[in-house]
């Protein structure tokens, strides 16, 4: 069974999905963190995240890799676990700078797409629904406000001993909100057979559980 999880940045598509994942005994795919590795790699090079022709030629250099370790996702580039790494504001937006270049989002596509044929997946990202896993069985399109997703970022950016302000992260959430709606390939948007669902008010917990409920009458 297929699962996709879109949704704007900081919607909790990782934290829900991930929690989906484990009550289902399901494969989580955080294809965000594949894009974070490939911005990764692009800004250690030196190169504009946003330059497709400083990203494309890069792609030939990288190797990246999604290994599951003691239950966790990992991302492997080149060989180094990069997964302490890709999740810092810098990275965050050249993810989303180099996510809105056609040749980043086939040289991943096939990777995502073999995942999913093998195994029982939850999937989240920007267009799994929509263009990765169109034949996905349930199609979740989970949003909240820009303030409360700015506010979960924070706090989760805290967690991991990174400060950044609120205001920042604000500003990112918002431009990255036009960058992925409004690139011409493969934007971000709800699927014609997926289900909207804002979790403004809804706690992880709430979440997770209705999208199990709609999960088991996909499957009955």
Known sequence: MKIAIDGPAGAGKSATAKALAKALDFI???????????????????????AI?????????????????????????NGEDVSGFIRTEAVSSAASDVSAIPAVRDFLFDMQRDIAEKNDVVMDGRDI???????????????????????????QLAEKG??????????????????????EFRPLKLAEDGILMDNTELPLEETVNKIITLAKERRA
């Open 28 to 50: 989580y795919v955080d294809t965000g963190a594949l894009y974070r590795g490939i911005g990764l790699y692009v800004l250690r090079k030196g190169a504009k995240p946003s």
């Open 162 to 183: 990174v400060v950044e302000s609120f205001d920042d992260v604000l500003a990112d959430v918002i431009q990255r909100d036009y960058n992925d709606s409004h690139r």
């Open 129 to 155: 629904g929509t263009v990765v896993l169109p034949d996905a069985e349930l199609k979740i399109f989970l949003t909240a406000k820009p303030e409360t997703r700015a506010e979960r970022r924070v706090k």
């Open 53 to 77: 022709e400083e990203v494309v030629p890069l792609l030939a250099e990288i190797n990246i890799e999604m290994r599951h370790i003691d239950g966790e996702q990992h991302i492997f580039l």
